[in-house]
């Protein structure tokens, strides 16, 4: 079983940065494909950030794009999202996530808050 916990999360200014860290269950980064998410009040869950389970690849939506960077490290088994520039849209739950290669089911963790304020 994959757990996974976030930390990182505030409130913070437009502008700002925030990095996000997610510490999961040993031997998951490196061999799980990992992702961040979000989910804002009355919208759906979306794909911000993801990277793959060689860390040879990464993807990002268009919405954060320059903006925010996904990184692992597997000695430590985290992944973390640095967030800069941080606009209010930015605003929502976000989620650690980790899919087992060529698999179509997520794990998740708890979520961690972020809110920026104009």
């Known amino acids: 079983q994959v757990q996974l916990v976030e930390s990182g999360g505030g409130l913070v200014q437009a502008g700002d940065s925030l990095r996000l860290s997610c510490a999961a269950s040993?031997?998951?980064?490196?061999?799980?494909?990992m992702g961040w998410f979000r989910q804002a009040p009355g919208k759906e869950r979306e794909s911000v950030a993801n990277?793959?389970?060689?860390?040879?690849?990464?993807s990002y939506a268009d919405s954060v794009k320059g903006r925010f960077t996904i990184s692992r490290d597997i000695a430590k088994n985290t992944v973390d999202l640095q967030m800069n520039s941080l606009k209010p849209s930015d605003t929502a739950v976000y989620y650690c996530?980790?899919?087992?290669?060529?698999?179509?089911?997520?794990?998740w963790g708890q979520g961690t808050q972020v809110t920026v304020s104009s």
């Open positions: 996530a980790a899919r087992v290669v060529f698999g179509s089911s997520w794990y």
């Open positions: 040993a031997r998951t980064i490196g061999t799980y494909n």
């Open positions: 990277i793959s389970w060689s860390g040879g690849s990464t």
